[in-house]
């Protein structure tokens, strides 16, 4: 199963993830994939399916300002480097 959440800093800021869940009782690692500078975690989708296959746990998720953690505005977003 895939599921899409949101993770609030405590900024206030919203971050959106990704988890892919191993079968129930079958996990055997969890992996979490940081996403390289302007990367969004989509990139990671094909590992992310294949690590799950392989019984693992995985989350990916979209650094502030790009991909689903991105302002509707961008010209409002303070993300910066």
């Known amino acids: 199963m895939t599921t ?9 800021r919203r971050l959106t993830l ?4 191993a079968a129930a ?7 979490i994939f940081n996403s390289a500078l302007g990367i969004k975690q989509h990139f990671y989708q094909k590992i992310a399916e ?3 296959r392989q019984h693992c746990t995985v989350i990916t998720w979209d650094p502030r300002g790009i991909g689903g953690s991105r302002l509707k505005n961008v010209k409002k977003d303070t ?3």
């Open 4 to 12: 899409k959440f949101n993770v609030t800093c405590s900024d206030g």
């Open 18 to 21: 990704t988890k892919f869940d």
């Open 25 to 31: 009782g079958e996990q055997k690692h969890f992996v």
């Open 50 to 52: 294949y690590l799950q």
């Open 79 to 81: 993300a910066k480097l």
